[in-house]
Every structure is written in structure tokens, then in C-alpha cells.
């Protein structure tokens, strides 16, 4: 379950001692102004501190129902993604990845990981939802999801973006997985 890159970036299941670098990715990762109106306020998220989220922990490597997997590079938790078992899909809830690492490829390979993985499970795709503001605007990583093969399927209203405020939508995106290269027969 381990991916290792030419930068160096070592992609694993989260363990209890990664959770002071978990919560500095999630804290630096986005600004309280960059998020409003668009997920839900920092203030209010289990990531916020290191007691919130040591108390919600559950070993290995969850919170909650969800899969924490993390990214490191020399030792340093550089990013990190959360997953759920969909039954079909695996669905990629969150993920961030440290305000001064951003724009260097860690997300992508951190996406590519979770695809990866949810293959090895025998997934037929990954799904995943960011949101559109309640004056229509979509969260800034909708070209960044898309450029990555990711496909609308729909937009909701659900508890989550009502709670971020009315008005705002969840847009659901979806990335089909196929058959993956190892399990494709000789022609």
C-alpha cells in the first residue's frame, strides 16, 4: 500500500503520530476567507486542532467511517486524503495538501494513489464532491478535478452544503476506472 515517486513522496495509510503534521496540512491549506461560502468553516472541522482530531481517531488510520492516507516527503507529512468505501466506488472526501508544497504535483500524485487504490479493491470508479457557492461560483478545484479525468454527474443540495449556507450546491463528480492494465488479457 505504499507508492514511492521520483520527488520522493511516499504515499501511506496514516498512523496516530502523523496527526500533528495531518492538522498543519489541513490548517495551511486553505484560508477561513478562501472557504466561506464554499465548505464547511474551519472552526468547525475535527482537522482544526490536534485534540479535536486525536479524540475522533480511531487506529490504524480513520476517522469516522473514513480511510486517512497521508503524503510525505524526507519525514514531513506534506499532504494528506480521506476515502470511503462506496460498495462500487470509492469516494475521495477530502484532500489537502500543505499551503507551501501546493502547485508541485503532491495532489496529483495523491489522486493517482487513491485510483490506484480503489482498483487494487476492484472499484469501478472514484467519486467525490466539491461545492458552488450560493452566487453560482464553483469552488476553485473544479478545472483542477476535470483536467484529472473527473466528470460532473449532478448537483445537490444535501446537509453538507446547507450547512456552508443556502443557496450553495454539491457537485457531485465522478472518474470511471475501467479495467486497469494488469487485469487486461493479451490480444
Known amino acids: 500500500m505504499m507508492s514511492k515517486k521520483a520527488t520522493e513522496t511516499v504515499i501511506r495509510p496514516a498512523k496516530r503520530d502523523d496527526i500533528p503534521g495531518i492538522v498543519?496540512?489541513?490548517?495551511?491549506?486553505?484560508?477561513?476567507?478562501e472557504v466561506a461560502g464554499f465548505g464547511t468553516?474551519?472552526?468547525?472541522?475535527?482537522?482544526?486542532?490536534?485534540?479535536?482530531?486525536?479524540?475522533?481517531?480511531?487506529?490504524?488510520?480513520?476517522?469516522?467511517?473514513?480511510?486517512?492516507?497521508?503524503?510525505?516527503i524526507d519525514g514531513t507529512v506534506v499532504g494528506c486524503v480521506t476515502v470511503e468505501d462506496r460498495g462500487s466506488s470509492l469516494e475521495l472526501t477530502n484532500i489537502d495538501v500543505l499551503g507551501e508544497r501546493q502547485?508541485?504535483?503532491?495532489?496529483?500524485?495523491?489522486v493517482g494513489f487513491v485510483e490506484d487504490l480503489a482498483r487494487r479493491q476492484g472499484k469501478d470508479a472514484v467519486t467525490l464532491g466539491t461545492s458552488r457557492s450560493a452566487a453560482g461560483v464553483p469552488w476553485r478545484s473544479l478545472p483542477w478535478w476535470q483536467a484529472r479525468g473527473y466528470h460532473i454527474t449532478h448537483e445537490e443540495e444535501n446537509d453538507w452544503s446547507r450547512s456552508i449556507?443556502?443557496?450553495?450546491?454539491e457537485i457531485r463528480m465522478m472518474k470511471c476506472l475501467g479495467t486497469s492494465p494488469a487485469n487486461t488479457p493479451d490480444l
Open 24 to 33: 498543519e496540512v489541513w490548517r495551511t491549506s486553505v484560508s477561513d476567507e
Open 41 to 72: 468553516p474551519l472552526s468547525e472541522s475535527p482537522y482544526r486542532d490536534v485534540e479535536t482530531l486525536s479524540s475522533k481517531w480511531t487506529d490504524p488510520n480513520r476517522m469516522g467511517s473514513e480511510e486517512v492516507i497521508v503524503a510525505e
Open 103 to 110: 502547485r508541485r504535483g503532491i495532489g496529483t500524485q495523491i
Open 165 to 169: 449556507g443556502p443557496g450553495a450546491k
